[in-house]
Structures are given as C-alpha cells and as structure tokens.
C-alpha cells in the first residue's frame, strides 16, 4: 500500500493534488482533474451562501425533491452548480444527486468516473446561518467506456468500491475535507486568496470521545435498545450536541471525538433518514480512514449492497470506542 503523503500546512490543494498524482504510478491525471473540479464548485457553492441572506434564494423553492420534502432554492443552486461543474470538467459520465429522481447523465460517455452527491445538505439550516455542507464520493464506473452508463452498474455500488470520498463544510470558514484511501485530509479555504490550502493533515478521529449527537426528540420514536443506549449517554456523563447538520456533527465527531447517530424511527423514518450513497457512504469511508467506524442496521455501512439510489438506511458513525459501545447496546 503506498504510505500516506505528507506535505507541509500551507500547502495548496492543487500542489497537494500535483503531489498526490505522483503516488499513483499509473493514473493518468483525470481523477487530479476531477477534485480540482470539485474544489471549483465548492467555491462558487461557498460565495452563493456566504450572500444568502441578501438574495431572495434561502426560503422554498415551491417544489418537492425525490423524498417528497421541500427544496431550498439553495439546494437547487448547489446541485446546478455542481452538475455545471462537472459537465464541464468532463471527468464523469454521470452524478447520482438528492436532488434530481433519476440519474444525471453528463453526455460524457468517455469520462471514466460516476460520483454520488448530496449537493446542500442540512438545508432546513440555511435560513439560521448554521453550517450546512456538501457530501460526495467518486467511484469507478462499471460499463465500459464509450457506453451510455447504467444505474444497476455504475451508480449501485458498494461503498468500499469508492475510490475518493469527502465533503465540503460551509462553517465559520469553508473546509474541503476528503480521502482517496490514504488518510484524510483537510483543506481550509482562504477566501481573500481564493485559494484551499492544507490546514488539517492526516485527520484522525481521536480513540475516545465523549459527545453524542442525535435528535434525542425521537427519543420515544427510536426501539429500546437506542433509548438504553442514550440513557447510558447520560449516566456516563457524556455532552450533548446536536446541529442537525450531518456535515457539521461528523466533523465536530471527527475533531474532537465523539458519535453520531441517525437510528430507525418506525412510522417516520423506518429505514432512518440519511441516504446511503451520497450521505452515508463517503463520511464512512473518511470515518474508516481515519481510524473510526460507521455501521448501519448492524452492518459496516460500506458493505452494504445498495438497491435503490436513494435508499436511507440507520446510521452510526464516530471514533472507535464510542462506536463500539453503541454497538454493544444496539446488537
Ligand atoms: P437533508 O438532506 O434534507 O438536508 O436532510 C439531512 C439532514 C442531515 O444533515 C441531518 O443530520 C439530518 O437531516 C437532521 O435530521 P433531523 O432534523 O430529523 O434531526
Ligand atoms: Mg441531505
């Protein structure tokens, strides 16, 4: 396995993807190009909602997504501007996003990569100016090259055939945090630059944690096992926070250790709430690589087999210990 890259804090993400392509031997550069693509939209995405406020696009946008919820007209935006992004950047021949039913098809049937986005998650926290984020993970397509792609092939793919996975968070600076399998990196954007530059290398969930982070007003909704285990939360002592933006509970998870579930609540949510491809899938490929667990319905999330792109399934994801634990309680 080729080690971990290394390159000094201050670095630039397009050096750091310069020095990356220098470890894989045979690449040929298009998955380079497609995460500077990505970095691209991530900018243009980060100027439209640090304005938000002053342009008519925080409340509704009349129309329902593929779950029957309301979309934010920012959600629209970042899926339009990520598809744009995309098309143009040429590098995948099609984008599975929470915002559109079917699959986006880019017309580019050379390209060799199929990606799985939620463009704007956590978008019922717009309008309150709380971090909200973008979630996505690249995978290598199934068909063959020069064919129109297929869901059953290229877009049903388990999460451990990810070959890139990350997420952009909106948060009181924009961060662009991912992996290709050699540890997890994170990149702080310097807006007066333009400019992401290595602020938080090689990432690691720490060993132990002691937050927890559900929406504890299902409490009576979760099974007992999930009302035992947060009754063991509290006795224990651990805190409480809650953003109710995936994004921004993982990476709180991630920085300062801790646990985040999104259990079953039967009636409402009987599979949970967080979609398995462009949700679940790419933060537990990042949890994994830097030395945490995601589980769903008992199973490593990235082992599930997928049926439906837009699947929910349970979600527990954290450091080790903390996961573990749960574990313990949810078996
Ligand atoms: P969304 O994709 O419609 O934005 O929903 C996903 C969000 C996650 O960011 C967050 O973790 C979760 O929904 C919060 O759900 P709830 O309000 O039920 O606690
Ligand atoms: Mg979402």
Redesign the pocket.
């Known amino acids: 396995k080729i080690k971990a890259l290394s390159a000094p804090v201050g670095t630039t993400l397009d050096r750091w993807i310069d020095l990356n392509q220098d470890q894989f031997p045979y690449a040929t550069g298009e998955l380079s190009r497609l995460l500077r693509d990505i970095g691209l939209a991530a900018k243009i995405l980060g100027r439209e909602i640090n304005r938000a406020g002053l342009g008519d696009i925080t409340g509704m946008a009349g129309s329902e997504n593929v779950q029957g919820?309301d979309q934010k007209m920012l959600d629209i935006v970042g899926h339009i501007r990520f598809v744009r992004a995309l098309k143009m950047g040429g590098q995948v021949c099609c984008i599975v996003s929470?915002e559109k039913e079917e699959l986006v098809l880019t017309g580019k049937n050379d390209a060799k990569y199929v990606i799985a986005m939620?463009p704007l998650?956590?978008?019922?926290n717009i309008e309150v100016n709380v971090p909200i984020g973008t979630v996505f993970g690249i995978y290598r397509r199934k068909t063959e090259i020069g064919t129109p792609p297929e869901v059953a092939k290229d877009a049903l793919q388990k999460g451990v055939e990810q070959i890139a996975g990350g997420y952009v968070l909106f948060g009181s600076s924009t961060m662009l945090v991912y992996t290709t399998g050699y540890g997890v990196n994170g990149f702080t954007y310097d807006p007066s630059l333009g400019e992401f530059y290595l602020s938080h290398p090689k990432m690691r969930f720490p060993a132990e944690g002691n937050i927890y982070s559900i929406?504890e007003s299902?409490y009576f909704k979760y099974g007992e096992a999930v009302q035992h285990y947060l009754n063991h939360c509290k006795r224990e002592g651990y805190t409480a926070r809650?953003i109710?933006?995936?994004?921004a509970?993982f990476h709180r998870s991630l920085i300062k250790g801790g646990i985040y579930l999104?259990p079953a609540t039967p009636g409402v949510y009987p599979d949970g709430?967080?979609?398995l491809l462009y949700?679940c899938n790419p933060l537990a490929f990042i949890a994994e690589q830097a030395g945490g667990l995601a589980y769903g319905n008992g199973q490593r999330i990235m082992e599930i087999a997928p049926v439906n792109m837009h699947q929910r399934v349970p979600l527990i994801i954290g450091s080790e210990r903390m996961v573990e634990e749960a574990m313990r309680f949810l078996k």
Request: glycine fraction near 10%; aromatic fraction near 10%.
């Open positions: 919820e929470e939620d998650d956590g978008s019922s929406n299902h809650y109710g933006s995936l994004v509970d999104y709430k967080l979609r949700e």
